[in-house]
């Protein structure tokens, strides 16, 4: 009997079948600006026999999200009882504590950053959801004392850190002055900026580019922090560009935690990489599921 998990971006999904193992046997993933023709898409790529699929998204009270599941609850009626979506950060630590970077370890916290954070929290292998579920809101947790508008709509945490606002602070430094190569690569453009045009910059030796990520690792070092010091793990796994681009972040983001954490908190926890890659929400959604059906 495979497991199916099925993640909901702001423009796309991402779905996998796998085994009670782990093993993914199939998977899937679709864009498009339509979530619910993008959910299906994804899922009709690893369906053999249609079955409801667990849901995970960044965020489970999202636009796209509630569409999806509306959507699959129609098709699939009495299929999902009580369950609701999963907050992806909560789905990737569960798959990183079953079979990944944190394998057998029963008190996890993991932090990730790609387009949006996330972060999830097991204490004795269950997951700390809150509430009312939106635990932990790690977009939310305020870094800088200066209120802003855009911190009020999307968190501070997640205006400095994610991908969209890595970019914007590089924007800025050109803007107010400084010279950066990234520029140069495209042709002025500063819409055509992207993530991977700051990371490609960082690596070349630029040095607003330097500068921005540096900044960037003080940002996820102290929330890092804050999550170890609140969770109190055995295991932090630090995911997303964290895992991805480990040569530019990894080790700046272990010191800075290391300032921010007292001695034996330190020596007594184990930091690492996430792997599992992207499909970790999907494939600990569906783990999730199928731990709570049995």
Known sequence: MHMLGLEVFDNGALA????????????????????????????????????????AAVNPESRACVAVMQALTERFRGSYGDERPVASGTAAVAAEAWIGAANGAKDVVL???????????????????????????????????????????????????????????LIWRVKAGDRSRVLDAVGGDFAAISIEHVLAGARDGDGVAISVMRDTAKYLGMAAANLVAIADPEVLVLGGMMASAADLLLEPVRLELGRRLPELMREALTVVPASLG????????????????A
């Open 16 to 55: 996998v079948s796998a085994d009670e193992n782990g093993r993914i046997v199939a998977r899937g993933q679709s864009a498009g600006k339509d979530p619910i023709a993008a959910a299906f898409a994804a899922l009709e790529k690893v369906w053999s026999v249609p079955a409801a699929p667990a849901v």
């Open 111 to 169: 932090f990730a950053v790609g387009a949006h954070t996330s972060a999830g929290i097991l204490r004795q292998g269950a997951p700390v959801t809150g509430a009312n579920g939106r635990a932990p809101a790690i977009a939310w947790l305020a870094l800088n004392p200066v209120e802003r508008e855009d911190y009020r709509k999307i968190g501070c945490l997640e205006v400095e850190v994610a991908a969209p606002g890595i970019v914007r602070r």
């Open 278 to 293: 992207e499909d970790a929400p999907a494939l600990g959604a569906a783990r999730l599921a199928s731990a709570a059906r």
